[in-house]
């Protein structure tokens, strides 16, 4: 099936009728194309939310709420039709998008069209100077969202709910490697009645098409999730022209597990946090530390459950594991299952690329984990966004805190204790923007989400987003 750019609330090819292959995962194969969109599709693209941007930034936050809500209704009453296409793209079981992906793309549509209502500024009296200060919230413009391959729908929509409940009209790019939910995205929006030009969605590969979208001077904010090394050059293009820019980057989180924790609760979490949609959530909790009286009984459960996962392909009901998202990111994943053996790591489990019979080309890798002699090694330090974990014992809660911090990530912790104030004392100090104690991935989406240092710049979530995509302005009256 070929995918179209959706401008102004119509489907197009793209202008210079360029083209590229779209694979999907469980097998291998190329199974349609998309747009290898241009700098002009992008221009073209901007020009319709330009137009669109005068009345949709005066439509009443009534009906802006009452339109993304309907959005949200329309992709619970597609779930199915989403989720299979969701799993065809990014080979991720269609049972985990039935779950996850979707519906949350339909709550943070709800999320925010119910958000909009509530978002307040702040008004200051000048007492004693016979003056009052107010602050307008104003919708930023024409914005662009630029999304990874990992959470598709999920993450895309992270990001144009709160844009357009703004106020703002969008160019969007989904990741080139997973297209199809965006595309799809499109048609429910105008069953939804969008006004056309509120959203354009324009796809192709990072260095062309999102490169235009970063490089256009009147696109004035870039909301972006990705890897770490593309939003140090994304910051590098839109420094000089001074947009606003949210970063979501990479992580490489640490699993802290404490002897005092529930244990069963714990474990089961872990095998979870690990390898939920193969290892390729940025939040997955890759570095997993083992209070040292607990590690070998640890090690021993935690493999034997981790061997019980089935790969298998995506729309099989009993696959936990599907496959990776493309070819070079297995054998990207597969090249660090290599550098840990160099390294000295052991191989616990798993490390071997899995052959389907009937789907022998697809992506598919068993879950692994190496148990590494020193948070130092590469495996341990850099990202590897797969179903691949480290693990390692730890004495005491300071050696703990300490490896848990070293490394250029700051995304998230997650912390295994019933202590109290061993808690409280970690979640202080751990370097990350989110905590998660005796659980994982549980999400509120009033709070605010983002990370530190080499994980990104900015908080998105609840009002924070609702703030990235306004602009504040203090008009001063005195009387
Ligand atoms: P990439 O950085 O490769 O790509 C992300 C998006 O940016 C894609 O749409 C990509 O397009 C596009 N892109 C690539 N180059 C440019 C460019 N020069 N200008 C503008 N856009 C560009 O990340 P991945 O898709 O590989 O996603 C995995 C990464 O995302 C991991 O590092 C992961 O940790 C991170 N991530 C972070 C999250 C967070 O919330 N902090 C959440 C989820 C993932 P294309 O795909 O077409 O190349």
């Not at 490089?215 to 890897?227: D, L, N, Q, R, V």
């Not at 061997?307 to 009901?317: D, N």
Request: hydrophobic fraction near 40%.
């Amino acid at each position: 099936m070929n995918i179209q750019n959706f401008i102004n609330g119509k489907f197009e090819n793209p202008i210079s009728n360029d083209w590229v292959d779209n694979y999907c995962p469980a097998i291998g194969e190329v199974y349609g194309q998309i747009p290898n969109s241009s700098k002009a599709d992008v221009e073209h693209a901007y020009q319709a939310a330009k137009d669109a941007f005068h009345n949709w930034s005066q439509t009443t936050l009534e009906v802006r709420s009452r339109i993304l809500i309907k959005i949200s209704e329309l992709l619970e009453v597609n779930l199915l039709r989403l989720a299979e296409a969701e799993s065809k793209d990014n080979g991720k079981p269609v049972n985990l998008a039935k779950a996850i992906d979707i519906p949350r793309a339909a709550s943070n549509f709800r999320f925010f069209g119910n958000a909009i209502t509530q978002f307040a500024s702040e008004s200051h009296e000048s007492v004693g100077q016979n003056a009052i200060n107010y602050t307008l919230r104003q919708p930023v413009g024409v914005v662009g969202c630029i999304s990874p391959w990992n959470l598709p729908l999920y993450l895309f929509t992270w990001k144009i709910a709160p844009a357009i409940a703004a106020g703002n009209c969008v160019v969007a790019k989904p990741s080139e490697v997973t297209p199809m939910t965006a595309h799809l995205l499109g048609e429910i929006c105008n069953e939804a009645g969008l006004p056309k030009g509120v959203l354009n969605i324009v796809h192709g590969l990072g260095t062309t098409t999102g490169q235009a979208i970063v490089e256009h001077p009147e696109i004035k904010a870039i909301s972006f999730t990705g890897g770490t090394s593309t939003g140090a050059h994304i910051a590098r293009v839109a420094a000089p022209m001074f947009k606003k820019l949210s970063l979501e980057l990479g992580g490489k989180n640490p699993n802290i597990i404490f002897a005092d924790c529930d244990y069963d609760d714990m474990l089961e979490t872990t095998v979870r946090s690990s390898f939920a949609n193969q290892g390729q959530i940025c939040l997955c909790g890759s570095r997993i530390f083992v209070e040292a009286s607990i590690f070998e009984k640890f090690k021993v459960d935690f493999v034997k459950k981790v061997k019980q996962l089935k790969v298998g392909h995506p729309s099989e009901s009993t696959t936990d594991i599907g496959a990776l998202v493309s070819k070079s990111h297995l054998e990207k994943v597969l090249s660090y299952i290599d550098i840990a053996k160099d390294e000295g790591g052991e191989i616990l489990c798993g490390g071997n690329r899995v052959t389907l019979l009937g789907f022998e080309n697809g992506y598919y890798l068993e879950p692994t984990i190496i148990e590494v002699e020193t948070d130092e090694c590469r495996v341990n330090q850099e990202e590897i966004f797969g179903p691949v974990v480290t693990i390692m014992p730890f004495e005491t809660e300071a050696d703990v805190l300490q490896m848990s911090n070293k490394v250029k990530y700051g995304l998230a912790a997650t912390l295994w204790t019933n202590n109290l104030k061993r808690t409280m004392r970690l979640s202080n100090q751990l370097q990350a923007g989110i905590v998660w104690v005796n659980t994982w991935m549980l999400r509120d989406l009033r709070t605010p989400f983002g990370g530190v240092k080499a994980s990104g710049v900015g908080r998105e979530g609840g009002f924070e987003a609702l703030r990235f995509f306004t602009e504040a302005k203090n008009v001063c009256i005195k009387y």
